[in-house]
């Protein structure tokens, strides 16, 4: 257990624990061999060790409370790593700024590391609805903002945020930002007020997880791709990552 | 010993031929569970699948659908994709080239919202169609977008005169897609078989819905979707039961199926080849999956040749006689 609302599920799987690079995904079947509930559900991989591999799973929904209740040594039915990695040699920015919401710390750790090993700074800013949510292991200069003030700033990250931008506290900052869609659009606006650059990693229904099903779009603002005729952009294969310039939130 | 196993039992004829085309086993993907045969490749040994039936084009691309365009519901899911595809021209430039390479057979899937689109969008990859091209499969059945093919699918008489149109235009087999939202498949069966159509394949998804309980809103974009899945596979059997009686035309079983032995019942009810849908985008390799399981199954049950199986539905003397 990460939180008290948070479990991690590990298992052993050379491929995803080799390839993975931060921001990358995982497509779990709720119950291997099952046909109810049939789609895999799409995760990001928040550590890696060795030939293992490990999920962050927020119990709140038919196939996130089978695979919490997962027992050990029981077979996992997982596909990946699947999608685009973090975007995290830009090279537009001297300092990262993870902005965090919620479960959205899956994403953050090996972010955290490869930012980290390229040698920049990082600042996280972690939201939550409270504090048995947070799960704040091994997040580097973190500052925690819980919506019920049980932690840290009483209010949401983003106001947490935006008041050490307003200091001018950050150099040369980039948002790399996971959460909930309203926070997302929320950092988004922020970024574009302070014209900082600003990437956000989606999530959405999906069922393939790989482009067949083309049921995860994203409209998108980026003109040279409409050129395409496209109107869309696929979360799966396109993402999950976007500069949250190119694509309405 | 050519085709004996160890254990001695012969290995099976998973052969099946439609109209002259010679297919290495019963085991299709269903356009739009596939995409272009690129995107799955990397999952699935696609030379190993009979054939692939493209995602449907139609003569512009077309964006698709806004989100949410997917709903998992009971053994099953909603879609509401909306027809997203690359357009005729883009699909005879770059998908048909690229999928001719895989020793494989493959079926263009035409969506339109016109007779004339139809004819058009076929009469073009004509022009262009490379070797392993063998036929059409004419989605008259898609549900989700306004001016789709739906209106031709619910219509016996139009179903037939755009077939009969079809047929004109191509030589290579002529499959036509129907739609399980009538009240009864029969007619459209027949329709096809007059207007000269190779075979016919069903079905395509169902109308579904499903509605936010605390925001009273649907779930969907388009308020209903397609439901597919094992959910519908009942329905799905019961449908080529019913279009095996009404008709002498081949026919492709889809819906539902994840297993050799779904496949196996679809063949006892009357199907001869059958579709892999849903089940690729759990597990991409599913057509290869269930081509191998129903190999293995021919075997145990010494069954030589899997066209054995089709319409082998055996129902009792005295039901019949009941009128079932």
Redesign the interface.
């Known amino acids: 257990m990460l939180a008290p609302g948070l479990v991690t599920l590990r298992f052993h799987n050379p491929k995803v624990a080799r390839e993975t690079i931060a921001g990358q995904f995982v497509n779990v079947?709720p119950k291997a061999g099952a046909?109810?509930?049939?789609?895999?559900r799409p995760f990001s991989v928040y550590n890696t060790d060795g030939d293992e591999a490990e999920i962050i799973i927020q119990a709140h929904g038919?196939?996130t409370n089978i695979l919490a209740d997962t027992a050990e040594g029981e077979m996992l039915d997982v596909?990946g790593p699947l999608g685009n990695p973090w975007n995290y040699k830009s090279g537009d920015f001297k300092t990262a700024v993870l902005v965090i919401g919620g479960v959205g710390v899956a994403s953050m750790l090996l972010l955290t590391r490869a930012l980290v090993k390229e040698g920049l700074p990082v600042q996280s800013y972690y939201g939550a609805r409270t504090k048995d949510l947070l799960a704040l292991q091994d997040l580097t200069n973190l500052h925690v903002a819980t919506d019920d003030g049980s932690e840290g700033f009483h209010g949401s990250v983003i106001n947490m945020l935006r008041k050490d931008l307003e200091a001018r506290k950050i150099e040369q900052p980039k948002l790399f930002v996971c959460g909930p869609t309203g926070m997302m659009r929320a950092a988004a606006v922020l970024a574009a007020e302070y014209g900082i650059p600003c990437e956000v990693s989606l999530e959405?229904?999906?069922?393939?997880g790989?482009?067949?099903?083309?049921?995860?779009?994203?409209?998108t603002d980026d003109t040279t791709f409409q050129k395409t005729?496209?109107?869309?952009r696929l979360v799966c294969?396109d993402g999950p990552s976007f500069s949250a310039e190119t694509i309405t939130i | 010993m050519n085709g004996v196993e160890s254990n001695g039992q012969a290995k099976a004829d998973m052969r099946v031929r439609l109209r002259g085309v010679e297919f290495k086993n019963p085991v299709l993907v269903a356009s739009g569970t596939f995409g272009y045969g690129a995107e799955a490749k990397k999952y699935c040994d696609i030379e190993q699948l009979a054939g692939i039936v493209t995602k449907s084009v139609s003569w512009k691309p077309r964006p698709g659908n806004p989100p949410h365009r997917i709903i998992e519901t009971a053994s099953g899911m909603l879609n509401s994709i909306g027809l997203a595809n690359v357009g005729v021209h883009t699909f005879v430039s770059e998908k048909l080239p690229y999928l001719a390479k895989f020793d494989t057979k493959i079926i263009a899937n035409i969506a339109a919202s016109s007779m004339e689109e139809y004819r058009d969008v076929l009469e073009h990859i004509e022009q262009h169609a490379t070797p392993n091209l063998v036929g059409y499969e004419i989605n008259i059945s898609c549900p989700n977008v306004k001016d789709g093919g739906l209106s031709f699918g619910t219509n016996v008489e139009r179903t037939e005169e755009l077939t009969t149109l079809l047929r004109a235009s191509t030589d290579r087999l002529l499959i036509i897609k129907l739609t399980p939202n009538v009240t009864s498949v029969a007619p459209f069966a027949q329709a096809c078989e007059r207007a000269g159509a190779d075979a016919i394949s069903l079905i395509n998804t169902l109308v579904g819905m499903s509605i936010d309980i605390y925001t009273h809103e649907p779930r969907l974009n388009t308020v209903t979707g397609g439901l597919s899945g094992p959910a519908i596979k009942p329905i799905a059997l019961a449908q080529v039961y019913q279009a095996r009686k009404a008709c002498g035309i081949p026919i492709i079983g889809i819906g539902g199926i994840v297993s050799a032995e779904d496949t196996v019942e679809f063949l006892i009810a009357g199907a001869c080849m059958v579709q892999i849908g849903t089940a690729n985008f759990v597990h991409p390799d599913a057509g290869i999956r269930v081509a191998r399981g129903l190999a293995e199954f021919l075997q145990k049950q010494n069954i030589s040749a899997v066209g054995d199986l089709v319409n082998s539905l055996r129902i009792r003397a005295e039901l019949k006689a009941a009128g079932w």
């Open positions: 079947l046909i109810d509930p049939m789609l895999r038919r196939g596909l959405t229904e999906m069922a393939c790989i482009g067949i099903c083309q049921g995860c779009p994203v409209p005729g496209k109107r869309f294969m």
